[in-house]
């Protein structure tokens, strides 16, 4: 049977509450933006969290924030974690998760930018709950930098 405590690890983000359930010897989280309950590996649950974050300490609009969409680069399909936009419809934020036993890598990055080939974010965020990674992208002079923190939502 799927234990939902080992997977409820503290993580280096603010705590929140949750929605569980079991069924079929499985456990489920309560997802607010796709409004159903999904398997709780540890990956759903750094998303869950920092998801929390973005809407509770960011002020991020929940109805702008979609999770796992697929995008297809290269005529290849692959599945973002999360994208943010701006009330305007324009893509302003993609993430990738990563379960607390990964580490960050160039790879992960390397992953988060072939989806933002096709999607042309303002900011890349990365982590696996303990490490947060963010970078603004400068189309115009074609570079990036490093962020100190999580930009705040300013729509």
């Not at 929140?16 to 759903?44: A, H, N």
């Not at 893509?91 to 607390?100: D, H, Q, R, V």
């Not at 890598?105 to 390397?110: A, H, S």
Request: aromatic share 14%; glycine share 4%; proline share 6%.
């Amino acid at each position: 049977m799927n234990n939902p405590d080992k997977f409820k690890i503290k993580l280096n983000l603010p705590g929140f509450k949750f929605r569980f359930k079991q069924e079929g010897g499985q456990s489920f989280i309560f997802d607010d933006l796709r409004k159903k309950f999904v398997v709780l590996t540890p990956e759903e649950w750094v998303r869950q969290n920092f998801v929390k974050y973005l809407v509770e300490g960011k002020k991020y609009p929940p109805a702008l924030m979609v999770v796992e969409k697929k995008v297809v680069i290269n005529q290849l399909p692959q599945r973002f974690d999360l994208l943010v936009y701006h009330r305007n419809g324009q893509p302003f934020l993609i993430a990738e998760f990563k379960s607390p036993d990964i580490k960050i890598t160039q790879q992960v990055f390397d992953q988060v930018v072939r989806y933002n080939m096709a999607l042309k974010v303002e900011c890349i965020v990365v982590s696996n709950g303990y490490n947060h990674f963010a970078c603004r992208i400068d189309y115009i002079k074609n570079d990036f930098s490093y962020l100190n923190e999580i930009p705040e939502y300013t729509g």
